[in-house]
């Protein structure tokens, strides 16, 4: 059973003083305190989430007007709209009269959105198309009444969003990634597959794991035989070595081997944090698949496989994995205080069919069990850090050094946070 524990004293000023004193330790693990707060919760939502830019999906799940779906987090939900006149937009799903949801399904096509309370009626655009009897409340402005609005932006078919109006342009951070990613042309790719994982742990624990590969020689067989970052890099430097060498020349894709670091504690624009990598596969490995053979038909500008993955973060809370033939997504959504969504969303050419070239359980696989996998750890994970008795450790250096960077941008943000 989940228990969410509570602190009788808890506040900001007892929040701002935990972070400045984990500051004097960096390099180490946060304690059990940033995980069970709520105090720490509604500052992470208010001061990171709705202050960044949020994956909420790809223009393919609304290719026409009227089309849309929604994306849910903590206890709010957006609905990613195709307006009748094409543009995209994130709209708030709280009426503007009482505030009940206006829309359950999880996707469709409308013309409109009507409340079931009492029945206002909202366009695509998210405007106020009507409302019964309400030019008898004198003050009453239809044309103010709109549901609310997040900023959208979207770079190759991805659709992010951001609640912050005064947030900063995603594009100066997405471009120095740009290179190595714009070759997949996710613009022109299709979902073959999303699958939602939903987590019983803190967002901050399903992150963190994701950040670090010091656990993958111990938990993930089977990606741990095919990925080589498992290993602590001078074992590797060979392998990485030679996949420098080839990478341009049998992917054909210019700037494949171009990195870029720029994530959480070095981000240009609060909100913006993109890395970029790419790294080997094992001797064999073309994809992620169980055999090492390719799984679907190469993406966008890729004329062969070298052997490599490209490791990108986009955004504070969302990532990729691009191989050649294939791109898999990861999303971090809170959900509460103790669970998280980790959605898992792969990625093939438009034109692939599935059954003819590709097999779903075959592309899906490695990224399936590796995600059940990290599932089970995190709950251990979340379990033992809600010890009154857990007392943080060091972190490696070589493989949680990500984390050590996350800790300190996310202690830096709760340290100088201005709530009351
Ligand atoms: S709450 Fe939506 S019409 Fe009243
Ligand atoms: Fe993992």
Redesign the pocket.
């Known amino acids: 059973m989940l228990r969410i524990a509570s602190y009788p004293e808890d506040s900001a000023a007892r929040m701002r003083a935990e972070a400045k004193a984990r500051l004097e330790h960096p390099g180490y693990a946060l304690t059990g305190y940033f995980y069970r707060s709520a105090v720490v919760y509604q500052t992470d939502l208010e001061q990171i989430l709705y202050r960044s830019w949020l994956y909420a999906g790809h223009t393919s799940q609304i290719p026409e007007p009227g089309d849309f779906f929604q994306y849910e987090v903590d206890e709010d939900a957006f609905i990613v709209t195709r307006g009748e006149d094409g543009v995209v937009r994130a709209l708030v799903n709280s ?6 949801r ?1 829309c359950e399904e999880a996707s469709g096509t409308r013309k409109t959105f009507v ?6 009626v909202y366009g695509t655009d998210g405007s106020l198309r009507g ?1 019964r009897h309400m030019d008898r409340q004198g003050a009453f402005c239809p044309g103010d009444s709109g549901l609310k609005q997040l900023r959208v932006f979207i770079r190759h078919g991805l659709i992010f969003i951001n609640a912050d109006p005064d947030a900063g342009d995603f594009s100066l951070a997405l471009d120095r990634i740009d290179p190595a990613l714009a070759p997949y042309e996710l613009e022109n790719a299709k979902i073959a597959h999303r699958q939602v994982y939903r987590v019983d742990a803190n967002w901050k624990l399903a992150l963190e794991n994701y950040l670090e590969c010091y656990h993958c020689a111990t938990s993930h067989r089977s990606y741990a035989r095919s990925h080589s970052i498992k290993e602590i890099a001078p074992n590797v430097e060979v392998l990485r070595a030679a996949l420098w060498e080839r990478s341009q020349r049998m992917t054909g894709v210019e700037g494949v081997t171009r990195t870029f670091d720029g994530c959480y504690d070095a981000e240009a624009v609060f909100g913006t944090s993109v890395w970029n990598n790419r790294y080997a596969l094992f001797d064999g490995f073309q994809s992620a698949s169980q055999d090492g053979k390719p799984v679907a038909p190469l993406m966008g500008q890729f004329r062969g496989f070298d052997g490599g993955a490209g490791d990108f973060q986009i955004g504070p809370l969302s990532f990729m994995l691009n191989y050649p033939d294939h791109c898999v997504l990861y999303r971090f959504t809170p959900r509460g205080l103790t669970a998280t969504d980790i959605e898992v969303v792969w990625f093939v050419r438009s034109d692939a069919v599935e059954g003819r070239d590709y097999d779903l359980q075959t592309l899906t696989w490695l990224w399936d069990v590796t995600t059940q996998e990290d599932e089970y750890i995190i709950t251990r994970n979340s379990a033992g850090v809600n010890s009154r008795f857990y007392e943080p450790g060091p972190l490696q250096p070589d493989f949680e050094y990500i984390e050590i960077r996350f800790i300190k941008w996310y202690l830096e943000i709760l340290a100088g946070s201005t709530a009351p």
């Open positions: 009426c503007r009269h009482r505030g009940a206006v409340c079931p309370y009492h029945g206002w409302a």
